[in-house]
């Protein structure tokens, strides 16, 4: 009997989607979920007339695959994920593969590909990302693990992604070994979490400055997106403006409550960059911004008793609109430069031995952060691989030059006008921090060794040195 040659547990809306990619692309599959409803749901619906083959118990699931098997994992991250390898495990064969595709933390998945490859078999965490859609018709993906025991997929993995409109190639890599997978897709995350407040950010500066209307916010966005801009993140928040509420009519994006959730990969990252000491204060802030919008209840409270200006914007309309163009653009620059150092930081401190260039690449279509300019990205590391900062790369330098002006004066007005703007002022502020060749920290280590004997260093001449502070 023919044996299937890829096969998928967790039949969630990912999983769903995921194997539908895999059959479509003419790989056979065959299927196995912990609840056997949802599998005869999905065979006799989605799955129905195509090469995917159902298993009730694990043992028919393992039994139907080809050997060295490769089996997928898009079960809910956590708990559920070592539940289902331990029960995988007495039915492989050494040499078989498993593939986690979940949000996995990458700790948990360095944890595990250390326990399964010390079993003799291959363990791979796989950044997913582009949501349902994306895993049904073509999604970024990050695979790391071995690289020999990558080779087993990556025909199926280059046939399911997305393809770059440039140049047709797949947007799929090796990453590394180890968690680098889930790392990059962590990342991933945690850019897009930025992206979406700088844009929250411009939206807000706007309305309470000019009070534009959904209509006009549409427009904007769909103008903004044709330009330099141009990225799946602005093509849906224009969308967005043009949803009409079907119980009051009015825009959809009015009626919503704004409180917004934050389900971890964001506070990793957060978390991760603060463990190694790499700066990323625009996506920190990102995660603040999220963690403030929900105290909903003390903030409607606080806005009864703080004051702020009450000034009103007096400027051109036009201007302002164009000049916060011009400051997201800058800011989202800032934001991929704190990203892109972590990754350095990370493949320096776990030995992930990333390719930055080829990251920004396979993040050019599929994914949530897919846009015209992480090809500006990958030409950046193409003219030095070495590059310490993406703001020190001459085109991104001439490109923040062109629009400093428009984002300081954005930030002063948005000051001016008491609209919070975390993200675009954190972007400003590491930005100039980057470019400061003197800090005052000069100070802060005064201080220290005033209170605390920390020592210090001198700018005229090598050694560590320590005070006495006390002024006779
Ligand atoms: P969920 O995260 O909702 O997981 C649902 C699947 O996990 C079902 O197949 C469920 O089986 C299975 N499962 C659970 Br819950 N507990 C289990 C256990 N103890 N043992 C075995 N199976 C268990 O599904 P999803 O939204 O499709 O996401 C799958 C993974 O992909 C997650 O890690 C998610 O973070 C990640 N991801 C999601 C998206 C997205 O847009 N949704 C994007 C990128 C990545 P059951 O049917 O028996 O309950």
Not at 454 to 461: A, Y
Request: glycine share 10%; net charge negative.
């Amino acid at each position: 009997m023919n044996k299937q040659v890829f096969g998928l547990i967790g039949l969630g809306v990912m999983g769903q989607n995921f194997v539908q990619n895999v059959e479509r692309n003419g790989f056979s599959v065959a299927v196995y979920n912990r609840s056997s409803e949802t599998t005869e749901k999905f065979i006799a619906g989605p799955a129905a007339g195509k090469n995917i083959k159902p298993a009730y118990t694990l043992k028919e699931f393992v039994d139907s695959l080809e050997s060295p098997r490769r089996i997928m994992l898009l079960v809910k991250a956590g708990a559920p994920v070592d539940a289902t390898i331990q029960q995988l495990i007495p039915l492989l064969d050494k040499g078989d593969l498993i593939i986690d595709g979940g949000n996995s933390f990458f700790t948990d998945t360095e944890r595990r590909a250390k326990e399964l490859e010390s079993q003799g078999f291959n363990f791979f965490g796989m950044g997913v990302s582009g949501g349902e859609e994306g895993a049904l018709w073509g999604p970024s993906l990050m695979p790391g693990g071995s690289r020999d025991a990558y080779k087993e997929v990556e025909p199926i993995m280059k046939a399911v992604a997305a393809k770059a409109e440039e140049d047709g190639e797949s947007c799929v890599t090796y990453i590394g070994p180890g968690g680098s997978g889930h790392y990059v897709k962590m990342v991933h995350n945690g850019i897009e979490y930025g992206d979406m407040q700088l844009i929250a950010e411009a939206y807000d500066l706007l309305k309470q400055a000019l009070g534009l209307s959904a209509q006009q916010f549409h427009e904007i966005f769909a103008e903004w997106n044709k330009g330099e801009l141009s990225s799946f993140l602005i093509e849906v928040t224009a969308n967005v403006f043009k949803k009409l509420d079907e119980e009051t009519g009015k825009p959809l994006v009015d009626v919503i409550l704004d409180k917004a959730g934050q389900k971890g990969t964001g506070k990793w990252m957060s978390i991760n960059a603060l463990d190694l000491g790499s700066a990323i204060p625009t996506i920190t802030s990102a995660v603040d911004g999220r963690i403030l919008s929900s105290q909903k209840e003390e903030r409607v409270n606080a806005a009864s008793i703080l004051t702020g200006p009450t000034k009103k914007y007096e400027g051109s309309s036009q201007k302002l609109i164009d000049a916060v163009r011009d400051a997201l653009y800058a800011s989202k620059i800032c934001s991929y430069a704190q990203g892109m150092s972590l990754l350095k930081r990370a493949s320096e401190e776990y030995n992930y031995n990333l390719d930055l260039g080829i990251i920004a690449k396979i993040w050019r279509a599929g994914c949530i952060i897919r846009a015209r300019f992480l090809n500006d990205i990958t030409n950046a590391y193409n003219r030095n691989n070495e590059l310490p900062n993406l703001l020190v790369d001459g085109e991104f330098q001439k490109t923040i030059d062109a629009r400093q002006d428009a984002w300081r004066s954005v930030i002063k007005s948005a000051i001016d006008l008491g609209v919070p703007m975390p993200a675009m002022s954190a972007s400003l502020a590491y930005y100039d921090s980057y470019r400061s060749e003197r800090l005052p920290a000069n100070l802060i280590q005064a201080q220290r060794d005033f209170f605390g004997a920390h020592t210090f260093e001198r700018i005229d001449k090598p050694g560590i040195f320590h005070a006495d502070w006390e002024v006779k």
